[in-house]
């Protein structure tokens, strides 16, 4: 005896800007996806079509929301990607300064104590430490004082 297939649809009960905000949240998450993968990649190609079918939910709203038509496909205008592109700078920027603290910090302690294949409690609060003195310098700095010997 067979079964019959299951189901598996979700129905979402959302207020019109809850709706909005969730298809900001959608393609801010498939732009982290998506802005660093291949045009080949099938498993950005699976978000970016769930995106354009969450974004054809939007299709009553083009008069209201944040929203235009190209080639039938409803998405963000110009402007609304503005000002989530300014969201994503804002990361970006942040994600910048912390990632080269604790490269520099890590660099510095390694430099410092040796090769450390094993990241133990009081080397990881020696990088710790080191981390939060770049991420105060870069805070008063930027790279004003970061130097790099000549390219060879």
Known sequence: MSKAPV???IELQLSETHFFQLLDLIY????????CSGVEDEHAQEYTDVEKQMF????PFL???????LNSEVMFTEEHEDS???IIGEYDNEVFWEALAYRMA????????GSTKE???EVFMQIFHREMDYIREFETNGIKRITIPPLQ
């Open 106 to 113: 890590k660099r510095d302690v390694i430099e410092q104590i």
């Open 56 to 59: 054809s939910h939007a299709e």
């Open 7 to 9: 189901k598996n649809d």
């Open 84 to 86: 989530l592109q300014d």
């Open 28 to 35: 801010l998450g498939n732009w982290m996806v998506t802005a």
């Open 119 to 121: 990241i133990k409690n």
């Open 63 to 69: 008069e209201k929301g944040p929203f235009h038509t």
